[in-house]
Each structure stands twice: as structure tokens, then as C-alpha cells.
């Protein structure tokens, strides 16, 4: 969790959607996360499901 953190940057980069069919697509990117006491680079999943309201996040993973 973040919690009372100063100075954070998130860089997305090498964004990819990938459309499953009609209703599920895969987006994945990579996340470049930077605070003052912790960084990260990861390779991220989104996996994004269509609801008669618009599109909804059912996962998000870590793929290192």
C-alpha cells in the first residue's frame, strides 16, 4: 500500500492491447514505479472484461 508517500512517479511504457473478443482484452504494459524509498520495474497484466456500463478491471498481475 501506498501510505503517506511523497514524490512518486509511475512511467507506463511498451503499452500492448490485445482484443480476446468481444467482451475480454489483455493489456499489457510495462510499469516503472519510483518513490523515495522503493523502485520498481515490472511487466504488468490488465485483464479487462465489457459490462453494458463500460469496460471493468477483473485482474491485474505482476508477469516478472
Given at each position: 500500500r501506498?501510505?503517506?508517500k511523497k514524490n512518486i512517479k509511475i512511467e507506463i511504457t511498451n503499452?500492448?492491447?490485445i482484443i480476446l473478443n468481444e467482451k475480454n482484452s489483455l493489456i499489457e504494459f510495462q510499469q516503472d514505479y519510483k518513490s523515495e524509498?522503493?523502485?520498481d520495474?515490472?511487466?504488468k497484466?490488465?485483464?479487462l472484461i465489457r459490462h453494458a456500463d463500460g469496460w471493468k478491471?477483473?485482474?491485474e498481475?505482476?508477469?516478472r
Open positions: 501506498i501510505k503517506n503499452f500492448n492491447v524509498s522503493f523502485n520495474k515490472v511487466t497484466h490488465l485483464i478491471i477483473a485482474g498481475y505482476i508477469v
